[in-house]
């Protein structure tokens, strides 16, 4: 007899492994899910780290896949970056503590992955959801309005928290048997790390770890500064990009100065820049560099770079050189450094 097909939403977390093994188990055949939404931290890594050693190469590993590697099951990673860029700056339902816009992503992930189901003739959809766990989108009335938005009421099977909540379809319809599912809810970690002891799951990643950078405060000051000092409130993957990139400094409304951390920052602010703005490059080898973006005159042009010299190696010399590359030309240009001590205050970032 053929087997009853489900789609599973693999974050990478252990409770989406979770639950789409205890679905293998009792015999449904898994098909794993994995959205990719440009915001995850991995990515980012991926970007600036590039990378070196066989430690950083190890955290830039696809947390779905590994995960699904783990328990065999296959895995399908699908692109919904560019609908999500439109999402984070017009959320339906608004935004979580930061910029997260969890609940209209939910709603989003779970149209796509219906659409992937009528798709692969799969019947239902699992995720690894734990009723309280967090605190916007995992309520159970919040559960039930996102199934409902995204046309998938009584599709959504939950395993970890099945008994917890109304029974879906598949319990229903008798595909699945709720007395095989789990009642585990609340924050806690215990039920799941027992579970996975019991599934014979010895890998998957820190419980606590999440991989979206939407939750990050100093991501979300940086992103709701932004949309007000623009009038059109879009935002582009580059944006997304150079918003986690080094330290940014607002010192006038008009325009913005970012300043990297490090060699491969430096090198993502060229890469990330467009003609508009102005590349602010130390001539000394590996030296700082910066990027200022919004409308600015020569006297920010001459700040910019100061407060660049200000950090690194540089700071120890009485004039650093830099290029500044604009509207495709590039100039010298020598400053003092200048200690960022003195500018801190326009510093965009969490402050508790
Ligand atoms: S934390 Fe990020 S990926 Fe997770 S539901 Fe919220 S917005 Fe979506």
Known sequence: MEKIKAVALMSGGLDSMLAAKVMEKIGIEVMGINFYTGFCITEQRRRVDGSKSAASKKKLENA???????????????DISKQYLEMVTK?????????????????????????????????FIVTGEVVGQRPMSQH????????????????????????????????TSGWVNRDELYDIGGRGRNPQMRLARELGIEVFPN?????????????????FDLMRHRVEKTLTMEDVVRL???????IKESHKIIIGR??????????Y????????????????????????????????ASLTAG??????????????TSGGKTRSISVKPVDPQAYSEYLIQHRP
Do not use: W
């Not at 779905?64 to 699908?78: F, M, N, Q, T």
């Not at 395993?159 to 029974?167: G, I």
């Not at 950090?311 to 500044?324: H, I, P, S």
């Open 262 to 271: 490090n060699e491969a920052e430096n090198d993502l602010i060229e890469k």
């Open 140 to 171: 159970k009335n919040t559960m039930r309005m996102i199934e409902k938005e995204a046309g998938v009421a009584g599709l959504v099977l939950r395993p970890l928290s099945a008994k917890l909540l109304e029974p879906t379809l598949p319990e």
């Open 244 to 250: 986690r990139l080094g330290r940014h400094f607002r």
């Open 207 to 223: 419980p606590g770890g999440g991989c979206c950078f939407l939750t990050d405060q100093t991501y979300a000051e940086r992103f």
């Open 91 to 123: 959320p339906k339902h608004g935004y979580g503590s930061n910029v997260n816009p969890c609940i209209d992503c939910r709603i989003h992930m779970l149209r796509e992955a219906h659409k992937y189901m009528q798709k692969i003739g799969a019947k």
């Open 311 to 324: 950090y690194g190696k540089a700071k120890a010399l009485a004039e650093v050189e830099f290029d500044v």
């Open 273 to 304: 820049s467009d003609e508009k703005m102005a590349i602010v490059k130390a001539t000394v080898e590996k030296g700082p560099v910066s990027l200022i973006e919004g409308e600015f005159g020569e006297d920010d042009i001459r700040l910019a």
């Open 64 to 78: 779905a896949l590994k995960s699904a590697a783990e328990i065999e099951i296959p895995v399908e990673i699908v």
